[in-house]
């Protein structure tokens, strides 16, 4: 019998793991890449801050793949996994996909200031149509259950 604090395995994807792997591999090569720009004498705010989301991002990125191979790995049809992980795995993507969209957003505003913009809007309506989209799969399944 589950408890109510379990549900059973959604299925991760090879595929999220590869796009933070993908997310990772990216932010790395940009801190790398980037990082032999900054002057000491001269800072580049927008470089920092964007390096800085890039760092924040990939603990997140790594950590997310880390419990995605666990739950594939580990898992098969009949495992419940825990609502615990399962939010760590949310969480981690958000952060990650967050830090690194806005991270990227700001270096393109160092290359167009069009092109950041247009990318940090899009980003934002992403997320208002999936918060959106999540609250009504939550009143749905409340209706549901109870």
């Known amino acids: 019998m589950a408890s ?3 549900v059973p395995d ?3 994807t090879t595929t999220n793991a590869l796009v933070h792997t993908g997310l990772l591999s990216v932010g790395l090569s ?3 890449w980037k990082g032999s720009e900054i002057d ?5 705010f927008l470089l920092i801050t964007a390096m800085a989301l890039f760092c924040l991002a990939l603990p997140f990125q790594a950590l997310y793949i880390l419990v995605s191979r666990m739950i594939r790995e580990y ?4 495992v419940i996994v825990p609502n615990s992980i399962l939010r760590l795995a949310t969480i981690c993507e958000i952060i990650s996909y967050s830090a690194g969209i806005l991270g990227f957003c700001l270096m ?3 290359t ?5 913009v247009v990318l940090f809007s899009s980003s934002l309506i992403v997320l208002i149509l999936t918060r959106s989209a999540m609250l ?3 009143k749905i399944e409340a209706r549901v259950s109870g």
Do not use: C, K, T, Y
């Open 112 to 116: 167009s200031v069009i092109l950041g």
């Open 30 to 32: 940009n801190l790398f």
């Open 10 to 12: 959604p299925g991760v």
């Open 4 to 6: 109510e604090d379990s």
């Open 40 to 44: 000491s004498e001269n800072l580049d």
């Open 136 to 138: 009504q799969a939550e």
């Open 108 to 110: 393109l505003m160092r």
């Open 75 to 78: 898992g098969s049809g009949a």
